[in-house]
C-alpha cells in the first residue's frame, strides 16, 4: 500500500521548501506577488504624497529610493523560492534606500524578506540569521552611540532591533511550530501503516490459526469415517458392516460437536477470550478419550494404541496443553491412514520444570498411498504450533530395535517464562 506524502513535504520526509530545482524554472508564489505588487503600490504613493524618512546622504538623488523600492519588491517576490537571494538584494535596497531618502515601505518589505529566509531557508540559515541580526543591532547600537552623541541612539536601535531581530526570531518560532506539525503528521501518517499491517498481520495469522484448528478436529474424524466406509463397502459380512456403520455414526457425531462448539467459539467473543461459556481447548486430561476414540478406530486396520504418561502431571499453560493434544490427535490420525498394523505409542515425559516432550511411535508404512484421503496439512499445522511457542519439532521415518517406525516429537516449554525465553 503506497503511503500518502504530506502537503509541502517531499519524498524521504525533507520539506518543501530545501526543493533543489533552479529557481528560473520555478515561478513566485500567489501570495509572494501580492505582497511585492502590494508593497511596490504602497511605496510609490508614499512617494507621491512626499512622505519620505529622512533627507539624502552623500548627495544622491532622492530619486533613488524608487530603484531601491523595485528592487525591494522583487527581492519579494523570490521570498520563498530563492529565500537567500532575496536577502541579499534586500540588504542592498535597504543600504541605498537609506541612502537616499528611505521609504517607510521599504522597510516594511526588508523586515518581511528576513522573516521569509528564516523560515523557508535551509536549517543554516535559519540558525544563523537570527544570531546575525542580533550581532548587527548590537554593532549598530555601538556604532551610533560613538559616533552620535544623542538618547535619540535608544529609539535608532530599538527601530534597527523591530527590523532585523524581530522578525528573524518570528521566522524562527513559525519554523519550529511548521516542522512539530510536519512531523507529528509524518508519525500518524506512519503509525497508521504500521496500524494497518498489523491489522493485515494479525488477519494473517488469526485465519492460520483457524485453519489449524479445523483441519484437527476435523481430520481425526473423517479420515476414521473414510476408512471404516471403505470397510463396509468391501466386507461382506453384516455384523462388520453394523459395526463399521456404528463407527461411522460415532465419528460423524463427534465431529459435528467438535464443529458447533469450534463455530460457537468463533461466534461467540466472551467465550473465545476466556469468558463464561464451554471449554475453548482441549487438555491433557483428554487423551484417554482421545486413545479410546484411536483404539475403536483402529481396530480393523490391527493398530494398537498405547498411552504412555506421567503420574502426576502439572498444570500447564493452556497453549501448551492445546498444542500437545493436537500433537497426538494429528499424529493418531496420521497413523490410522498410513502406519503398519502393530503398536502406536504416545508418550509424555516432563522433567520437573522443563519442557514437556511429546513423542508419538506408529509402524512405518511404505504403502503407495493412505487408506484414507488427506490435505496433506498435518505436519505444517504441527509445525507452525511448535513454531509459535517457541519449542522444537520433529517427524519422520527412523530405524529402531523392532524395525522402521515413523516418530513424532515435540518439545514444548511448561512455563510462560520458557515461552519467553
Not at 132 to 158: E, N
Not at 233 to 244: F, H, K, S, V
Request: with cysteine; aromatic share 4%; proline share 7%.
Amino acid at each position: 500500500m503506497r503511503r500518502r506524502r504530506p502537503r509541502g513535504v517531499l519524498d524521504g520526509g525533507v520539506p518543501a521548501h530545501t526543493d533543489r530545482t533552479p529557481a528560473a524554472t520555478r515561478r513566485p508564489h500567489r501570495i509572494d506577488a501580492l505582497i511585492a505588487g502590494g508593497g511596490l503600490l504602497c511605496g510609490l504613493l508614499l512617494w507621491t504624497l512626499h512622505l519620505h524618512g529622512g533627507p539624502p546622504l552623500f548627495g544622491l538623488p532622492p530619486s533613488l529610493t524608487l530603484v531601491a523600492l523595485a528592487a525591494m519588491s522583487a527581492a519579494e517576490l523570490m521570498r520563498r523560492t530563492a529565500p537567500m537571494a532575496a536577502l541579499a538584494v534586500a540588504g542592498l535596497a535597504l543600504t541605498l534606500d537609506i541612502c537616499s531618502g528611505t521609504l517607510v515601505a521599504t522597510v516594511l518589505m526588508f523586515t518581511d524578506v528576513v522573516y521569509a529566509a528564516v523560515l523557508y531557508g535551509g536549517p543554516a540559515a535559519a540558525r544563523r540569521i537570527p544570531l546575525y541580526s542580533v550581532l548587527l543591532t548590537f554593532l549598530a547600537t555601538i556604532t551610533l552611540a560613538a559616533l552620535w552623541h544623542d538618547p535619540q541612539v535608544v529609539i535608532v536601535s530599538i527601530v534597527i532591533a523591530l527590523g532585523t531581530i524581530a522578525p528573524a526570531w518570528t521566522g524562527v518560532i513559525i519554523r519550529d511550530h511548521r516542522d512539530a506539525a510536519q512531523a507529528a503528521r509524518l508519525r500518524a501518517e506512519q503509525t497508521a501503516l504500521l496500524a494497518e499491517m498489523d491489522r493485515v498481520q494479525a488477519v494473517a495469522r488469526e485465519r492460520a490459526r483457524m485453519a489449524r484448528e479445523l483441519h484437527d478436529v476435523v481430520a481425526n474424524h473423517l479420515s476414521a469415517i473414510a476408512i471404516h466406509s471403505t470397510a463396509a463397502q468391501t466386507i461382506d459380512d453384516p455384523a462388520a458392516t453394523r459395526e463399521a456403520l456404528g463407527v461411522i455414526r460415532e465419528n460423524s457425531v463427534q465431529g459435528l460437536a467438535e464443529m458447533r462448539r469450534l463455530i460457537g467459539l468463533l461466534r461467540d467473543a466472551k467465550a473465545a477470550d476466556g469468558g463464561d461459556g464451554p471449554a475453548a481447548t482441549p487438555t491433557l486430561e483428554g487423551l484417554e478419550a482421545l486413545i479410546t476414540q484411536a483404539r475403536t478406530n483402529g481396530a480393523r486396520s490391527g493398530l494398537s494404541f498405547v498411552l504412555d504418561t506421567p503420574r502426576a502431571t502439572p498444570r500447564l499453560v493452556a497453549p501448551v496443553e492445546l498444542a500437545a493434544y493436537r500433537i497426538v490427535q494429528e499424529s493418531l490420525t496420521n497413523a490410522l491412514k498410513h502406519a503398519e498394523p502393530g503398536e502406536v505409542l504416545v508418550r509424555l515425559a516432563q522433567n520437573g520444570d522443563g519442557p514437556l516432550t511429546v513423542t508419538v511411535r506408529s509402524p512405518y508404512a511404505d504403502r503407495p498411498g493412505p487408506r484414507a484421503p488427506g490435505s496433506g496439512a498435518g505436519l505444517v499445522g504441527m509445525r507452525e504450533r511448535i513454531a509459535l511457542l517457541g519449542g522444537e519439532f520433529e517427524a519422520g521415518p527412523r530405524s529402531g530395535p523392532a524395525g522402521k517406525v515413523w516418530l513424532v516429537r515435540a518439545a514444548l516449554p511448561a512455563s510462560k517464562e520458557e515461552q519467553r525465553r
